[in-house]
């Protein structure tokens, strides 16, 4: 598995709204900013939202995303108790995902995901987004 940095894109959403999303510049940012703190980035795993683990993990200073799963009907207690963590960590969706609320959890300032940033809702689409990739191909989709 690989991991790249998505570079953003123009367009309008859905809604007919005019989007311009962060790019690889403002993710690079980012992690610059975090360069005293965060060493490497780590994710939940199995796409489980296992939030213990992604505290443990940042008391080791590491940029953490934690993987919200697939099920739809377990994000909004998932969403309101990431809403009550410190600000600063990142969000893995699965592969394919939908339904995601308008707004992603307060406190998120990064996605990874395997999906085309066109597929978020436009207030995701506002968070910088590593493209997580386990191919040439994928990686040349995601550019």
């Not at 809604?15 to 790019?23: R, T």
């Not at 199995?46 to 992604?54: Q, V």
Request: net charge negative; glycine share 10%; aromatic share 6%.
């Amino acid at each position: 598995m690989g991991i790249g940095m998505w570079r953003g894109l123009k367009g309008d959403d859905a809604s007919g709204v005019s989007v311009e999303s962060p790019g690889a510049a403002d993710l690079q940012a980012f992690f610059e900013e975090q360069s005293d703190t965060f060493r490497f980035l780590a994710i939940t795993p199995l796409e489980r939202p296992d939030l213990r683990l992604a505290r443990a993990l940042r008391r080791q200073e590491a940029a953490t995303a934690v993987a919200i799963g697939a099920d739809p009907l377990a994000w909004p207690d998932l969403f309101e108790s990431l809403g009550r963590e410190p600000a600063g960590y990142g969000l893995a969706l699965p592969a394919g995902i939908t339904g995601l609320p308008a707004e992603p959890p307060r406190g998120a300032e990064f996605l990874v995901a395997t999906c085309s940033g066109r597929d978020l809702p436009a207030a995701w689409r506002r968070l910088p987004l590593i493209a997580q990739v386990c191919s040439v191909d994928e990686a040349e989709q995601a550019l």
